[in-house]
């Protein structure tokens, strides 16, 4: 059974079978990028986000810091972790960030028996999905 946490500034249903560093790194990743979080907010630190997901300290450092050396996260001194001014990358390099994620759902997606149709129509749905909630 799921359940979903609101104290955070980010939603995240946890589902089982997933490990949970994952699901809080690709919860607060979405809320970066549809600016539901924006640079310069302040991000919970290890102790209060391990509290507000009822999760073990050590996995919210390790989702902490996964989003660390991702780029999405930076550590101030005297002020705490903030969402980072992250600079667009060049053209070409925006492919270049994806193909690794775009291999590995395509391996999945064919190792599950999904079609290509059925993909695509989950991506359109998910790409809208995350325009809602920019609107806000």
Do not use: Y
Not at 22 to 31: G, L, N, W, Y
Not at 69 to 81: A, C, N, Q, S
Not at 122 to 128: D, K, P
């Amino acid at each position: 059974m799921c359940h979903i946490v609101h104290m955070t500034p980010f939603r995240i249903e946890f589902q089982p079978g997933q490990p949970i560093v994952d699901q809080v790194v690709f919860a607060a990743t979405r809320a970066f990028v549809s600016g539901q979080m924006l640079p310069g907010d302040a991000f919970p630190s290890v102790r209060a986000l391990a509290a507000d997901l009822r999760i073990h300290p050590n996995t919210a450092h390790k989702a902490v810091q996964a989003l660390i050396r991702e780029g999405w996260l930076e550590v101030h001194p005297g002020i705490g972790t903030i969402v980072a001014h992250r600079v667009a990358p060049a053209g070409g390099d925006r492919w270049g960030l994806l193909n690794d994620k775009v291999d590995a759902l395509v391996v999945d997606a064919r190792s599950a028996g999904i079609s290509l149709e059925d993909l695509q129509r989950v991506i359109v749905e998910r790409w809208a999905a995350l325009d809602k909630t920019e609107v806000r």
